[in-house]
C-alpha cells in the first residue's frame, strides 16, 4: 500500500493536510475512491476513522481524509459551514483532477459533522458517485424534532448511513421514517448496542476493533454493489 501526505491549498492564506492511501491493486488503472472527513471534536487522526482509511485501500478503494481548516489551525470551534464545504470541495477537487492517479468513481462521507458537509456538499449541484455516513446527526441531542436532514432530499445519489442503534444524536425511528421516502437511494446499516462513535456497553461483547471491521466490511460491500448498479444502468442505455 502506497501512502501520501499531502497539502491541498484552500486560499491564498491556508493550505490543509491529506493523507491518500492508494491500494496495492492501483496499478494504473481507475480504481474507485472514498474521500473522508472527520467530526466536529477530532481530526483526520481520530481512531476509527483513521482504521476505516486505511482498511478500505486495503480492499482496493482509493482512501483520502484531510482537515478541516480549523482543526489544521489548532482550533476547537468548527468553521462555519461554508468554509468547511469550501474546504471539502478543494479536496474533492484536486483528487479528481490528479491526472497520474486517475482515480474512477468517487464517493464522499465521514464521521458525523464531516458526512453532513458532504451531503450538503453534495446537495448543492457536486456529481459524485455515493454518500457515506459514519454517524449521521440528524438532530441536536434531546431535540429529534429538529431535523438537519431537508438537503437529502436534493440528492441523487446512492446513500449508505451506518448508525448506532444508542446514538444520541440520531433517533432511529426518526431516521427510518425519513429514509422511508428515499426508498432507491439509502441504505441504513446499524451497529446495535453502538453510541454515535459506535462504542458499545461492556456488556456488548464486541471489541472495538471487530465494530470498525464491521464497518469496513459494510463499507466496501455497499461500494461494490453500487458500482454494479451503475454499470447495469448504463448497459440498459
Given at each position: 500500500m502506497h501512502i501520501e501526505l499531502r497539502k491541498i491549498r484552500i486560499d491564498e492564506e491556508l493550505e490543509i493536510s491529506s493523507e491518500w492511501r492508494l491500494p496495492e491493486r492501483f496499478n494504473g488503472r481507475a480504481s474507485p475512491g472514498l474521500i473522508l472527513a472527520h467530526g466536529a471534536g477530532s481530526d483526520m487522526h481520530q481512531p476509527m476513522l483513521s482504521h476505516v482509511h486505511q482498511a478500505l485501500a486495503g480492499r482496493g478503494i482509493f482512501a483520502v481524509k484531510f482537515n478541516f481548516p480549523y482543526k489544521e489551525a489548532g482550533r476547537k470551534a468548527p468553521d462555519p459551514p461554508p468554509r468547511l464545504k469550501q474546504a471539502f470541495k478543494a479536496v474533492l477537487e484536486r483528487v479528481a483532477s490528479d491526472t497520474l492517479l486517475r482515480?474512477?468513481?468517487?464517493?464522499l462521507g465521514g464521521k458525523s459533522m464531516g458526512g453532513r458537509i458532504?451531503?450538503?456538499l453534495v446537495a448543492s449541484g457536486e456529481p459524485i458517485a455515493g454518500l457515506v455516513f459514519l454517524g449521521y446527526p440528524l438532530?441536536?441531542?434531546?431535540r429529534p424534532e429538529r431535523l438537519r436532514a431537508a438537503h437529502l432530499d436534493k440528492t441523487s445519489c446512492p446513500m449508505l448511513f451506518i448508525q448506532g442503534s444508542r446514538d444520541p444524536l440520531c433517533?432511529?425511528?426518526k431516521l427510518e421514517a425519513f429514509l422511508a421516502r428515499l426508498p432507491d437511494?439509502?441504505?441504513l446499516h446499524v451497529i446495535e448496542g453502538g453510541d454515535h462513535s459506535f462504542r458499545l456497553l461492556k456488556r456488548g461483547g464486541r471489541s472495538e476493533?471487530?465494530?470498525?471491521?464491521?464497518?469496513v466490511g459494510v463499507i466496501a460491500s455497499w461500494i461494490e454493489k453500487s458500482l454494479s448498479k451503475q454499470a447495469c444502468k448504463e448497459l440498459d442505455r
Open positions: 482515480p474512477g468513481a468517487l464517493f458532504a451531503s450538503e438532530h441536536p441531542v434531546g433517533e432511529l425511528a437511494r439509502a441504505t476493533r471487530e465494530v470498525w471491521d464491521e464497518v
